[in-house]
């Protein structure tokens, strides 16, 4: 280890740390030895001085330490530009066999290259969007590395540009100083944005300077091309749409009109945009600006196929219970809106509720709907972005597809 900062747990909190969960949590570390400053490498140790694992360290954040190797993985790691590099080169190969090559590689190609824990890499986040790069250094440990992430970037995928956008919670919670208003940062290259991706046959811009998140919801590529398959012939709701992706492979798939709801009017034009890049008629697709609560309640559109994909309703453990009642709330009158025979395409994508308390939310809203429902699918993120097994915090989104009598 490249640090001279050592990290001592109490007695008895070894376990999760050898057992490969990537956090350590303030109220097991027993002693900070040679700490300086936020984000140094660290080495973890138990009471005995028994290496456990190295990282890096943050007493400003309640999540003190992010692990980056465990147990004997640990023995001699120096955490430099070999080591990153190392990495990315592994989730790069990991990309590849499971997408294929000419999605990675292609012209158009728009993947998640490396996403945090889930690629061992904690405060780590790469999307690759054509010839694009996005990164989200999340934690201070992944600020200082930054640079070395860059080098590596540059090298293996050889983009036009490399463009930082920040979380402005993470930001917070780890006491950083980068831009609390969500703003990016071009690190290298000259930013040009929008680009145009391509999925499954479809075309979309992705803003990657003013999008939200990075720009566009890769984790959604698998759901969208089930979208696709079951829409010939429907009339689809795509409720918080976003820049339409939904509703897009819905009208590919054969959907007879897409009805798109947000709140951003830059989100819906950018939905129009989009249709007209994959040739759509303008009359099978109309957007609203609406907050889709209310609207759902009185919506007047005939629909076969609704989608929810809302936003994280839930940020911290005080929200959840107000996030239940929100999930409860969209389902339970997307549920009386839908034609028998239908389709729910629902999701939550708040790590905080776990999978099978949402599937019991859904339940409760079909209950109170009076509608017999089946669920054909239950729903995840795709390929490019893995979890570490013993991390569940990390999987963040599911989903259910409901038929709906």
Not at 264 to 277: D, F, H, I, Q, W
Not at 375 to 402: F, M, S, W
Request: aromatic share 6%; glycine share 10%; hydrophobic share 45%.
């Amino acid at each position: 280890m490249n640090s001279k900062c050592v990290v001592t747990v109490k007695k008895g909190r070894e376990k999760p740390i050898l057992s490969g969960h990537p956090w350590i949590f303030s109220g097991a570390v027993k002693s900070i030895d040679g700490y300086r400053e936020a984000g140094q490498p660290c080495s973890v140790i138990d009471e005995n001085g028994q290496l456990l694992a190295c990282g890096y360290v943050n007493r400003s954040s309640r999540i003190t330490v992010r692990v980056l190797a465990a147990g004997t993985a640990a023995e001699g790691i120096v955490i430099d530009g070999a080591f990153i590099r190392g990495a990315l080169e592994r989730a790069l190969d990991l990309r590849e066999a499971l997408l294929g090559s000419t999605l990675v590689r292609g012209a158009g190609s728009a993947f998640r290259l490396v996403n945090a824990e889930g690629d061992y890499l904690p405060g780590l986040i790469v999307d690759r969007y054509a010839e694009a790069v996005v990164l989200q250094a999340l934690t201070a440990g992944m600020q200082r590395l930054k640079g070395l992430v860059v080098d590596a970037l540059r090298a293996l995928l050889r983009p036009s540009f490399i463009y930082e956008k920040t979380d402005p919670h993470m930001a917070r919670a780890e006491g950083l100083d980068t831009a609390a208003d969500g703003a990016g940062l071009c690190l290298d290259g000259t930013l040009r944005s929008p680009v145009v991706i391509e999925e499954s046959g479809a075309r979309f811009q992705v803003e990657v300077d003013s999008g939200q998140k990075t720009g566009f919801y890769l984790d959604q590529r698998r759901n969208r091309a089930i979208l696709r398959e079951i829409s010939a012939g429907m009339n689809v709701l795509n409720c918080f749409s976003y820049t339409g992706a939904f509703g897009i492979q819905a009208l590919l798939g054969g959907a007879l009109k897409v009805l798109n709801v947000d709140l951003s009017e830059a989100a819906l034009r950018g939905a129009v945009e989009n249709a007209a890049l994959n040739g759509i008629d303008p009359e099978r697709i109309t957007t609203m600006k609406a907050d889709v609560f209310p609207f759902l309640r009185r919506v007047e559109f005939p629909c076969d196929v609704i989608v929810l994909d809302p936003p994280k309703f839930a940020a911290a453990r005080s929200e959840v219970a107000g996030a239940l009642r929100g999930y409860k709330d969209i389902n339970l009158n997307a549920l009386r809106q839908i034609q028998p025979g239908g389709f729910l395409m629902t999701f939550s994508c708040s790590g905080l509720v776990p999978e099978e308390l949402f599937q019991k939310v859904v339940f409760g809203a079909a209950v109170d709907a009076k509608r017999p429902v089946q669920i054909l699918r239950r729903l995840h993120a795709d390929v490019d972005h893995p979890v570490n097994i013993a991390h569940r915090e990390g999987q963040y989104l599911k989903g259910l597809l409901l038929r709906v009598e």
